[in-house]
Every structure is written in structure tokens, then in C-alpha cells.
């Protein structure tokens, strides 16, 4: 099963990079078959320690989405086909998050679910230079 991102997601990353994943489509973390309820943190403001983690969840510093769950490391190396400058502040800015074993979540509404994607369905890589084109312009 894969995600397409049909809207922008919410989230702390820029809006320019955000917009970088409208058309995309990714593969969903293995296992998932659909959207469900998970408790997210954001990629700038979350806790960066796991005793960070245990004091956000004891204080119930998370907000919960419906979303789709992905594979961080393959996320990032589809949008890097499609923007390297997108690419590159993930990896600047939530590196331990585009790790494998990661997961990023799109929150439902900017996704629809695809079964099978055509080998077209992934979008073409663009030009950072010419952000323009066919394409249209948060994430946790």
C-alpha cells in the first residue's frame, strides 16, 4: 500500500518544504493498510532524549492525528528525487528521524491511499531552480 500527498501537510518544517511532498507517493510503513490515530511530536519541538519522551507522554505533551505512517528513510529519498533542497533540511533538521527505523506521519487529510501505483505515479523530479511547473503548491 503507498500514500499520495494531495495537499500540503501541517507541520514545524517550512511551508516551501512542506509543499515539497504535494504528489508524492510513498510507500506506508510495512504493515499499515490505512489511516488510524497516533500520538505525534513535532520534529523541531519534540523531545530529542528518551527521558524527554517519558516526561512529554507524563505530561501528555504529544498531540494525537489521524494519519498515515510511512518509512522516514525511504520518504526522504523519494522527496530527494523531487527536491534536494527539501531532502537536505530533513536531513538537516530531524536527522536522527530519517534514520531506517524511523516513521514519519501524514496527517489523513493531506493523503489519499493508493493500492498499487503506476510506475508513473511517482512524480518526476522537478528543478529547485524552477520551482514552478505542474506541480501545485505540515508534517510531524
Given amino acids: 500500500m503507498h500514500v499520495r500527498i494531495v495537499r500540503t501537510p501541517p ?15 510513498l510507500p506506508l510503513w510495512p504493515g ?8 505525534t511530536q513535532g520534529v523541531l519541538t519534540g523531545p530529542r532524549t528518551f527521558m524527554g519522551y517519558l516526561f ?3 505530561f501528555r505533551r504529544f498531540e494525537k492525528v489521524d494519519g498515515f505512517c510511512v518509512d522516514a ?11 534536494t533542497r527539501a531532502a537536505e ?15 514519519l506521519i501524514f ?8 493500492e498499487s501505483p503506476s510506475p508513473t505515479a511517482v512524480m ?6 524552477n520551482p514552478g511547473g505542474p506541480y501545485t ?3 510531524r
Fill in 11 to 25: 507541520g514545524e518544517a517550512p511551508l516551501d518544504v512542506r509543499e515539497a511532498w504535494v504528489g508524492l507517493v
Fill in 32 to 39: 499499515e493498510i490505512g489511516s488510524r490515530q497516533f500520538v
Fill in 56 to 58: 512529554a507522554r507524563l
Fill in 73 to 83: 528513510a525511504a520518504a526522504i529519498q523519494v522527496l530527494a528525487k523531487h527536491s
Fill in 89 to 103: 533540511w530533513w536531513q538537516t533538521h530531524f536527522s536522527a528521524g530519517v534514520q531506517p527505523g524511523r516513521a
Fill in 107 to 114: 496527517h489523513a487529510e493531506a493523503c489519499q491511499l493508493v
Fill in 124 to 129: 518526476a523530479p522537478k528543478d529547485d531552480a
Fill in 137 to 139: 503548491s505540515d508534517l
